[in-house]
């Protein structure tokens, strides 16, 4: 299993609006496509207006055929383009599990 971790750095205070949007209009598409969301959170120390995102796929191979899926669909075609406007900064990390790891 790889867990792709995604930041978005949104603009000041965007963070509210971004989430908003993102559980009325985007969540249930996107979890249409990407099969396991591992955690969704917004930062409260540290970086500020941020938003990350973890999402597990079994291998690259799943992961770049469901990102083609989403892609694809008119509704996520939409409401990404509302999102984009909100977001300064996109980080994306493959992070692959220890041999210890709770989440394989």
């Keep these: 299993m790889i867990v792709e971790q995604r930041t978005y750095t949104v ?5 509210p609006a971004y989430l908003d ?3 009325r209009e985007a969540m249930e598409v ?3 496509h990407l099969p396991r ?3 969704y959170f917004s930062t409260d120390i540290g970086a ?3 938003i990350i995102h973890m999402w597990g796929y079994a291998d690259l191979n799943e992961r770049a055929r469901c990102r083609a899926a989403l892609y694809e ?3 996520w ?3 990404v383009k509302k999102l984009l406007e909100m977001i300064e900064v996109m980080e994306t990390r493959i992070l692959v599990p220890t041999a210890f790891s709770p989440i394989k």
């Excluded at 603009?11 to 963070?15: E, F, I, L, N, S």
């Design 30 to 32: 996107q979890k249409k």
């Design 73 to 75: 669909d008119p509704a």
């Design 77 to 79: 075609q939409v409401v």
């Design 11 to 15: 603009k000041p205070g965007a963070v």
């Design 37 to 39: 969301m591992v955690g």
């Design 21 to 23: 949007l993102y559980v």
């Design 48 to 50: 500020l207006n941020q």
